[in-house]
């Protein structure tokens, strides 16, 4: 026994020695290690740095954060796209995509003030910024970016940092003409098919009529058991339940304010008449029975699943934020095409039937974007990449692929895919393929963009190959409201220069953002109690939540907000 | 020893239980049987998820039997290249630091739990303070950086070398062995160190297992200082830095920072191959199976001998 | 006979004898074998855990990560002055309070009820697998848990509909939507998935008990409860003061997980605790001076709780930490 024990422990002693001995290699050689590591991608740079003029490239490796983090940690040039583009400059690219917590990976970044050499920092862009972190574009655009020229000219000045530098690449910036979206990925107030079915497909132009149309269906179907309304509230996504006012007064997401198209006055509506009127509404349903209660509760999880069950009625919603459901629901009416009538239709509800604007304008996110860092081996020859990227033939590559493998050209000289090319292009192969690596985050085209040859930039923008993912069910209640497309059974978007406001940069921790933390703690509280109040008690609740509201600094963050806008819409006149 | 007392010493003739005995077994019995069912129930849960077809899984409903079974979530999150090495690294960092651990918390407990030690109040102080306090996330990422444990294995070991909750804990069960034992063995004229690798630590055994329980599952489960040091360093990435990678993948697909996301590809309106509710559960059975199965093992040093066995020096 | 303060250990041995200094020198050198198994780690202790503590600092800072020590724009007490004038301040810091406290002690009952009926178990088998079995949902995510939770307590979920068949209510009850029950739920979910987990610790306390100590009650015909209070309790007690007391230092970590996922609009007043708080105005913002502003608020008050918490169970003749 005792012999037994020595020999363990004296095993655990040896180990503990080599443990012992390796930390203190790790100790004094860690620095060694660590340097020459990154000696080595020093070098692949270095390798890079010099005559990229003549001859084949020299290959160069360089380094991406991104603080979307939106896919997998690669190459590119373990993509067929990232391929053709490292043949055309010899740059290769290494993806790192955030997993954890934004605010604390960019912290420790300017903190150690080592960066990648090219960062996307997504929500964290203001402290970026703010600490310098990004290097001037301006005159390397000027020497080596044509096609940066020409694609984000029209943009200059507003991606213009207040010194008068442009720091990073904006990704929505339109290029040709303005192609819609033929899908409702913007909010809509959602009905079941059957519902329409049933009615006659009847035109619902106002809130009243889409109400009554639910509440009429339920009352018929009693046996049914069903939901006439449900609402999303899950943490950040709260939003669908505080947005639909804005729309109801007929204007698009310009988040947590309306903006007015002839005095530019931006107003928050979160305690106006038009939030009254829609919780009253809603309060209104959940007497009479037809509103989910466990709307204020429920997980995204437990929201999405009660959407595919087929016994909610309709809900208001962003598109994209129930794709996983409604995919769910048309996989079901391919099957069988009796089910279709589960899938939802999108229907453009305003209070009294004022002129909807759930579609997006033309808009330019310009808090998002990519920059190049201080930290940077090689600027220029990002650059180069960047320029190269944006021709337009790479553009037609990263976004429809190769001719002949992902997408045909018709005697016209229409772009379309068929329907084996559409079955082929699943998840794994947009990896393979690169597609999903560069389908954003990159200085690219925005979505909406037409090509020079008059095809849509975007597959999916693409008539042709809208017309395609149609079933005949789809087809047919398109029909029965005269439209081609789901986009077309709304209004055409209004020019806003500003569009999104919720796009405009407001600073970590200044007034207008710690505003909108508040105001959204507020209104979660609140909300459900007006809801679910007893009719009688709305007025009452409403009162209370006003005097809560008004301890708010609302005049400063509005004040701030249509300065804001005021400031883009001169610098669009420029 | 220890193990030989176990096995002699049960007591096979025990006393005819009487009728409040049997009472209190069975309302026992009966206790114990549905806390398993209410503690096993979301580990069958989420295997299930794990092992229904994930666009089928969005509707909900999925208890403890899959309605459409399917290993393609399995395929999905395992196929990843990078998930062998990664498991390596994870097992490397759990042996390592778990040894690592045990054995010097285990020396400092044993320095302390000695009355006559001179520094031994200084010592604990020192160590119980630090429960509390904290740097803050920037200055202990300067630290880790200015020690060049940046892109290092070792700062998966370093930091977290002596846990103090452990440190405590160890030190409780050497107090409370029998003081005769360590007399008879200082009067014999052991040294400390023999004293301590011969004697103290042997007697340990059980709480040393329970501690490198926690140290196990600790660093197994760790993925922040992989994310915080290590996160463009692929050759020292874990196994659940690489699950959380592919959750956050599987995120992407449905979050939507801007319209563009969405549809810029659309197009092909296949069904969703993956979403994060199964992925999610898929990956809580990945990384738990491996440190499950290990349990075992550590168990038979804290159940096995119970009521009947014990130490005995 | 170390009865002294909370002081380091040389200034009580200074005091402690006239020859003081050259006596503790000469302990010292005699103890060096415990010297060299302990120094060591202080230095350890020191570089990894105070050294950081510059940290401090910037609570009194507008911290802004890009500049040096030097260049950091000096705040003053603004970021406490943030944090405790916030009308939900108070509220905050009850619901942190009152879920820790609850936390502690539904944590510590469950988890030494179940060691206690676990050790009763005479099949070892039967004991391996509930063991085994409760300690599972440990290893399953509060992301996970919390969509467990929170779909076994919706209006269509498995407890409302026990009810209702039962007749005890007509329609689905929204537990999570009533503020009141937040505390309630949260300790339920907490004992659910740690209880097993906890019960380790103490199972290995017990494997220290002298078996005898059984086999002599049993002669003396002491029955099931004699025995667990009088031989299992006892014998683990050390243990269960020197854990306790830790955890009262605990006290201002409630956890953020459960609650920021279980927490929604409604019971929000009851559910919101100081980390979520933290959270939203500090490190959301990128405001990492008021996330450690908090952190030293926390610090203070878990010394305090530590100190007094050790006084008394020094003066009931318990298990001390230090």
Known sequence: MKRKWMLLVMTAVMLLSVVASACSNSGGNGNGKSEGNNANTGTNSANGNGGSEEKPPEKATFTIFNGAGAAKDINTNETTIGKILEDQTGVNFKLENLVGDLNTKIGTMIASNKYPDAIIPDAAIDEVLGAGAFIDLTDLIEEHGPNIKRVYGPYFNQMKAADGKIYFLPFSNVVGEYVPDPNINQGAFWVQRRVLKEAGYPQIKTLDEYFKLVEDYVAKHKEEDLTGFISLTHDWRFFATTNPPMHLMGYPNDGEVTVDLNTLEAKTYSSSDATKRWLSKLNELNAKGLFDKASFVDNYDQYLAKLTSGKVVGFFDYGWQIGNAQNVLKDAAKKDPAKDDFVYFPLPVTFDGEKDQYLDPPGFVKNRGIGITVSAKDPARIVQYFDNLLKEENQVLKSWGIKGETYEVDEKGRFYRTAEQIAKIDEAFREEFGFKYYDWNWPNYGTNSTLADGNAYAPGLQAEVFQMSLTEADKMILDKYGAKTYAEMFAAPDERPWFPAWGIPKEQGSQPQIYETKKTELTKKYFPKLVLAKPADFEKVWTEYQGEFGKLDTAAYEKFMTDEVKKIVEQVKQ | MAELAVKTKKPKQRRPTSLGDRIFDYANYTFLTLLMVVTLYPFLNTLAVSLNDANDSIRGGIYVWPREWTLDNYKYVLAEATIFHATMISILRTVIGTIATVFCSAMVAYTISRQDYVLRKFVTVAFILTMYINGGLIPNFLLIRDLGLIDSFWVYIWPGLIGVFNLIIIRSFIEGLPESILESARIDGAGEYRNFFSIVLPLCTPVLATVALFTGVYQWNQWFDVFLYNSSNIDLSTLQYELQKILQNSNASMSAKSAGDAFASAGNQDANAVTPFSIRATMTIAASLPIIMVYPFLQKYFVKGMTVGGVKG | ?322
Do not use: C
Not at chain 3, 7 to 21: H, M
Not at chain 3, 156 to 165: A, H, Q, R, S, V
């Open chain 3, 1 to 322: 006979m170390e009865n002294n303060t909370v002081s380091a250990a040389s200034s009580s041995a200074r005091s402690k004898k006239p020859a003081g200094l050259p006596r503790f020198f000469r302990l010292l050198f005699q103890q060096r074998a415990l010297v060299v198994m302990s120094v060591p780690f202080l230095i350890w202790l020191f570089i990894f855990k105070y050294l950081p503590l510059w940290g401090w600092t910037i609570a009194f800072q507008k911290y802004k990560p890009a500049l040096g020590f030097w260049d950091q724009e000096w705040a003053g007490f603004e970021h406490f002055r943030f944090l405790f004038a916030d009308e939900r301040f108070l509220r905050v810091l009850r619901n942190t309070l009152a879920m820790s406290g609850i936390n502690l002690v539904l944590g510590f009952v469950t988890a030494i009820v179940l060691a206690l009926l676990l050790n009763e178990v005479r099949k070892v088998m039967f004991k391996r697998i509930v063991q085994t079995i409760s300690y599972l949902p440990h290893f399953i995510s509060w992301v996970v848990a919390a969509g467990i939770i929170q779909s076994t307590l919706s209006p269509d979920g498995i407890i409302n509909e026990l009810l209702e068949k039962s007749n005890f209510i007509q329609e689905g009850i929204l537990f999570l939507g009533i503020p009141e029950y937040f505390w309630g739920i949260f300790g339920a979910g907490t004992v659910w998935k740690d209880v097993g987990w906890n019960t380790i610790v103490y199972l290995a306390a017990m494997t220290m008990i002298d078996p005898a100590q059984y086999e002599a009650a049993e002669m003396d015909g002491a029955g099931r409860f004699k025995r667990m209070w009088h031989i299992t309790l006892p014998g683990i007690k050390p243990v269960i003061v020197v854990l306790l007391i830790m955890n009262i230092g605990y006290l201002m970590e409630s956890g953020f997980e459960p609650q920021y996922l279980l927490g929604n609009g409604m019971n929000i007043d009851y559910s919101e605790n100081l980390d979520i708080f933290v959270l939203k105005y500090g490190i959301a913002q990128g405001n990492f001076s008021l996330s450690i502003a908090a952190g030293m608020f926390k610090t203070v008050v878990s010394f305090i709780l530590l100190f007094i918490a050790n006084n008394i169970s020094k003066r009931l003749g318990e298990a001390r930490l230090y």
